[in-house]
């Protein structure tokens, strides 16, 4: 469910999941989690790429243990792979780059805004299904999209859950550029590979005095949306309903299901 391949101080993960569009499950979160880890610890590793085997970057969390954790049967703490994900990208100290080659739903989009860089195949697309959903954003974009799209640009991601164009994405400043689909993974590592020839020192510290200003923020940010959402899942579930209307059931999330986007 994960290839993970170094290149020239490059550490390239990929989600590879392809029978369920590169959703996330349990199994997938601490996969993903250990390989940024681990490239954090690694002096050989000096930028990390993230990207998707096949058509699709990630339709986002897996409907079925979504429905699972609906219904209260999920195996407990199963939650905390979603934490570990984003706790692991949060504090990775190297440059952290995304070739998105495909549709991104759902955590799809909302962890670009952790990356550093972001490149994307003309073909991608972007949406945040939250709203049609009846659940909170997650992974501190309710802070980091006003900052990074702008207000209205988020609103309309968040509030209007619009589908978002390459172009768009890149225009919003959500992306560095677009590339030609088959072209977006060879020149993201490029471009990982030229950062990584600088001084990793120096590289690792003007990463940390960029971030630092808005650390804090994004972790108050990613508190208020996990008490949200535990305060609106229960209560939907208390009323025998669930977030299943997401882009995903019944065939929509990154055009053909698989997943959708709640943790």
Same mark, same amino acid.
């Given at each position: 469910?994960?290839?993970?391949?170094?290149?020239?101080?490059?550490?390239?993960?990929?989600?590879?999941?392809?029978?369920?569009? @590169?959703?996330? @499950?349990?199994?997938?979160?601490?996969?993903?989690?250990?390989?940024?880890?681990?490239?954090?610890?690694?002096?050989?590793?000096?930028?990390?790429?993230?990207?998707?085997?096949?058509?699709?970057?990630?339709?986002?969390?897996?409907? /079925? =243990?979504?429905?699972?954790?609906? %219904?209260?049967?999920?195996?407990?703490?199963?939650? /905390?792979?979603?934490?570990?994900? #984003?706790?692991?990208?949060?504090?990775?100290? /190297?440059?952290?780059?995304?070739?998105? @080659?495909?549709?991104?739903?759902?955590?799809?989009?909302?962890?670009?805004? +952790?990356?550093?860089?972001?490149?994307? %195949?003309?073909?991608?697309?972007?949406?945040?299904?939250?709203? =049609? !959903?009846?659940?909170?954003?997650?992974? &501190?974009?309710?802070? #980091?999209?006003?900052?990074?799209?702008?207000?209205?640009?988020? %609103?309309?991601?968040?509030?209007?859950?619009?589908?978002? &164009?390459?172009?768009? %994405?890149?225009? !919003?400043?959500?992306?560095?550029?677009?590339?030609?689909?088959?072209?977006?993974?060879?020149?993201?590592?490029?471009?990982?590979?030229?950062?990584?020839?600088?001084?990793?020192?120096? $590289?690792?510290?003007?990463?940390?005095? !960029?971030?630092?200003?808005?650390?804090?923020?994004?972790?108050?940010?990613?508190?208020?949306?996990?008490?949200?959402?535990?305060?609106?899942?229960?209560?939907?579930?208390? /009323?025998?309903?669930?977030?299943?209307?997401?882009?995903?059931?019944?065939?929509?999330?990154?055009?053909?299901?698989?997943?959708? &986007? $709640? +943790?």
């Amino acid at each position: 469910m994960l290839d993970v391949q170094d290149d020239g101080g490059v550490r390239v993960v990929a989600f590879d999941r392809p029978e369920a569009r @590169n959703a996330f @499950n349990f199994a997938l979160y601490v996969a993903v989690t250990e390989a940024v880890a681990t490239a954090a610890a690694d002096d050989a590793v000096r930028a990390v790429v993230l990207t998707g085997r096949g058509t699709v970057f990630t339709a986002g969390q897996d409907l /079925k =243990e979504m429905a699972a954790i609906a %219904a209260g049967t999920a195996p407990a703490g199963i939650a /905390k792979g979603f934490q570990g994900l #984003l706790a692991a990208v949060g504090e990775l100290d /190297k440059p952290l780059l995304a070739a998105v @080659n495909g549709p991104a739903v759902g955590l799809g989009f909302t962890v670009l805004a +952790h990356c550093d860089l972001v490149l994307v %195949a003309s073909s991608a697309r972007f949406r945040a299904p939250f709203a =049609e !959903m009846g659940v909170p954003p997650e992974a &501190s974009s309710s802070y #980091l999209f006003p900052q990074l799209l702008g207000w209205q640009q988020a %609103a309309r991601v968040l509030l209007a859950a619009d589908w978002v &164009s390459a172009e768009e %994405a890149v225009a !919003m400043g959500l992306a560095l550029r677009a590339c030609p689909d088959d072209r977006v993974l060879d020149e993201t590592v490029a471009l990982a590979q030229r950062i990584a020839a600088f001084p990793p020192d120096g $590289v690792r510290e003007i990463k940390r005095l !960029m971030r630092a200003g808005r650390a804090e923020a994004v972790a108050e940010a990613a508190a208020r949306e996990e008490r949200s959402f535990a305060r609106l899942f229960a209560a939907m579930a208390t /009323k025998g309903g669930g977030a299943t209307a997401a882009e995903g059931g019944g065939g929509t999330a990154a055009e053909g299901g698989g997943g959708d &986007s $709640v +943790h």
